[in-house]
C-alpha cells in the first residue's frame, strides 16, 4: 500500500490563480479530509467526505471546492489564489469502527503540500 | 462548541517523563488523538483512546482520560531525544464522523 499520497508537493501561485492538489490513498477508506496548517496553529479542517459523492464543509471552507467522484480520490480546488491561503495543506484518510463497546481506528496523513501565494 | 487547548511549550530533562495535557469541549467526543509531528514533517498518529476508556498504554506512552473534567494527557516515560516534536491533541466529535478538531499544539524540548 501506498497510504495516503499528495502531489505537489510544493507549489507558488500568484494571486487570482487557481490549482488543484490532489490526494489519493489505496487503503478503501470511507473518510477523507483536508486541512490546512498554519505557523503556531493545529490544523484547521478544510472540507470533508464520508464516502464517494458525498462531501461536507469544515472549519475554513471559502475559497476551496472539494468533490469525491471516486473512494480513492479526493481533490482539492483553489477558484482564485489568494495570499492568506499560503499554508501547509494535509490531506488525511480514516477509518474507524466499533465492535463490543471498544474503538479501534485506523488514520493515515499524507506527507503534505507546501502552497504560497505571492 | 468545539475546542481543544493544549499548552504551546515543554521542556523535559532527557530520561525524565514527559506530560502533555490538553483539554476539550465537545463532550460527545468519541475518539481522542495524540500525533506527533517533526520537523518539515506531515502528522503521525501516535495513540488514541475511545471515549469509554480511563486509560491506555502504549510502550512508552500512557493516556488518561477524565471524561468529567474534559481532560486529556500523554505521558512519555524515559523522553529521549528522539521524542522533539510538536505533539497535538484532537477528538473526533459526535456529530460528524470525519470531523476531528485539533489543539495548536505542545512543542516538546528535551534538554541534556
Known amino acids: 500500500n501506498a497510504g495516503v499520497t499528495q502531489t505537489p508537493k510544493f507549489q507558488v501561485l500568484k494571486t487570482g490563480q487557481s490549482m488543484t492538489l490532489q490526494c489519493a490513498q489505496d487503503m478503501n477508506h470511507e473518510y477523507m479530509s483536508w486541512y490546512r496548517q498554519d505557523p503556531g496553529m493545529g490544523l484547521r479542517l478544510i472540507h470533508y467526505s464520508v464516502g464517494a459523492g458525498i462531501t461536507d464543509q469544515g472549519e475554513v471552507p471559502n475559497g476551496y471546492n472539494v468533490s469525491r467522484s471516486t473512494t480513492e480520490d479526493f481533490p482539492l480546488r483553489l477558484l482564485s489564489a489568494a495570499p492568506s491561503q499560503t499554508s501547509v495543506y494535509f490531506c488525511?484518510?480514516?477509518?474507524?469502527?466499533?465492535?463490543?463497546?471498544?474503538?479501534?481506528?485506523?488514520?493515515?496523513f499524507g506527507p503534505g503540500t507546501r502552497l504560497l501565494v505571492l | 462548541g468545539e475546542d481543544v487547548e493544549q499548552s504551546l511549550f515543554l521542556s523535559v530533562r532527557e530520561g525524565d517523563s514527559s506530560v502533555i495535557n490538553c483539554t476539550y469541549t465537545?463532550?460527545?467526543?468519541?475518539?481522542l488523538y495524540w500525533y506527533k509531528q517533526e520537523p518539515g514533517a506531515g502528522l503521525q498518529l501516535l495513540t488514541y483512546?475511545?471515549?469509554?476508556?480511563d486509560m491506555k498504554q502504549d510502550q512508552r506512552l500512557t493516556v488518561l482520560l477524565n471524561k468529567k473534567d474534559k481532560h486529556l494527557s500523554l505521558r512519555i516515560a524515559d523522553t529521549q531525544t528522539g521524542d522533539s516534536a510538536i505533539y497535538f491533541c484532537a477528538e473526533r466529535v459526535y456529530s460528524s464522523a470525519s470531523k476531528i478538531i485539533f489543539g495548536s499544539g505542545t512543542r516538546l524540548s528535551i534538554r541534556p
Open positions: 483512546i475511545f471515549s469509554n476508556m
Open positions: 465537545d463532550s460527545s467526543s468519541t475518539y
Open positions: 488525511a484518510s480514516s477509518y474507524s469502527e466499533t465492535s463490543g463497546g471498544v474503538g479501534e481506528e485506523t488514520q493515515y
